[in-house]
């Protein structure tokens, strides 16, 4: 009986053994629950199956999240009154989030991001139509009162810096612009670039943008049309051009252009109107590598994929995956072979494998999540 009791832990011992294996060394993604106010823990395993771990808990509306460069840190925003930031100190062995301190914000931003030191933090407000720097302690504590709060144009809806940390934008939704700052390193500071603004196609909605890996160009999203416009960064001045513009609905996509909308919590607003028919964008990454672009629209819960031309900055749309219903946000893994996708209206989360010659999309599994799942980040620990 004894040596088959050892035999039996023998095998549970090695089938444990085999299984933490099979999981990418530290890879955490996280995922912000708004209407449940907090944050769900996932380690994604080397097929890119996803393992639920613990929620965290945040505050209610808990939305945009941002990861230190260092990947020690992780921040979260709330859009629920008192506006704040909590930050969390990531363990690098389980991916656990510990609450170091909650902070207060200028206003409620859907998007938060950090410079490339960390020292400082980003906010972009769409119903306060302004950004906030705020500074950011080694100890990953954030600053309660802001170094700067910048009125904008309307409806800002996400902040960034390029890789050299030198310049920062700022796309407005409502005013159809791109506000172009410089950025000292140094003291935190944003001052205006010259000109201070790039003016985009009317009734656009300049939402999300990324910077190519070789920070050439700027892939900007527009909410309401649900393009993708390439614009060429130039490295000394730090102005943008446009080079062109993909969309990233199918061609026979019956959706019509949307109209701005009323922000998180904000009270009053236009009357109600039928959304049904909308185009609704709202996020988009690149793969590490810059081959592959997605964009994600919450009308038809799909995630567009185009290919990069990585000398011109043309993307290609080769179509269109469903996915999360209303898929807000959604993230790509550090090494580029997989991408885990949230819907504000689904109970699940998506992992899918993205094929490193097509680009396509295979779902891996789907895996319970909270309510009004909306931001989703991957972190590599390995």
Request: no cysteine.
């Amino acid at each position: 009986m004894d040596h088959f009791l050892k035999s039996i832990k023998g095998i549970i011992v090695t089938a444990s053994m085999a299984a933490a294996g099979s999981a990418l060394a530290g890879t955490f993604v996280y995922v912000s629950n708004a209407e449940d106010g907090d944050i769900g823990i996932y380690t994604m395993r080397a097929d890119g199956a996803l393992e639920p771990g613990a929620r965290v808990p945040a505050a209610k509306v808990v939305m945009p999240m941002t990861v230190s460069p260092d990947r020690r840190f992780l921040y979260a925003a709330s859009r629920s009154k008192p506006y704040s930031v909590h930050a969390y100190s990531i363990d690098r062995s389980t991916g656990t989030l510990k609450l170091l301190s909650t902070s207060p914000l200028a206003e409620s931003f859907p998007y938060i991001s950090l410079d490339k030191t960390g020292r400082f933090l980003f906010g972009a407000s769409y119903a306060g139509h302004l950004i906030s720097v705020n500074a950011v302690g080694a100890d990953g504590r954030v600053a309660a009162e802001p170094l700067q709060v910048i009125p904008v144009g309307r409806n800002a809806h996400s902040i960034r810096v390029d890789a050299t940390n030198k310049f920062v934008f700022v796309p407005n939704l409502g005013t159809d612009q791109i506000f172009e700052f410089v950025f000292d390193a140094k003291s935190g500071h944003l001052a205006s670039n010259t000109p201070a603004v790039a003016q985009m196609k009317q009734m656009t909605g300049p939402r999300h943008f990324i910077f190519s890996p070789d920070n050439r160009f700027v892939y900007l999203l527009s909410e309401l049309v649900a393009t993708v416009t390439t614009l060429s960064l130039d490295p000394k001045s730090g102005l943008l051009t446009e080079v062109g513009s993909a969309s990233a609905l199918p061609p026979d996509s019956k959706l019509q252009p949307g109209a701005p909308r009323g922000a998180v919590g904000a009270p009053g607003g236009p009357p109600p109107r039928n959304t049904d028919n909308d185009i609704w964008a709202a996020d988009l990454h690149l793969t590490p590598g810059g081959n592959f672009l997605y964009a994600s629209e919450r009308t038809s819960s799909t995630l567009a994929a185009f290919s990069v031309d990585g000398a011109s900055g043309k993307l290609t749309y080769l179509g269109s995956t469903p996915t999360e219903k209303q898929p807000r946000g959604f993230a790509i893994d550090p090494k580029g072979k997989f991408l885990v996708a949230s819907g504000e209206k689904s109970e699940t989360i998506s992992a899918y494998a993205i094929d490193a010659a097509s680009g396509a999309l295979r779902l891996v599994g789907k895996y319970p999540t909270g309510k009004g799942a909306n931001w989703v980040e991957i972190v590599s620990l390995d």
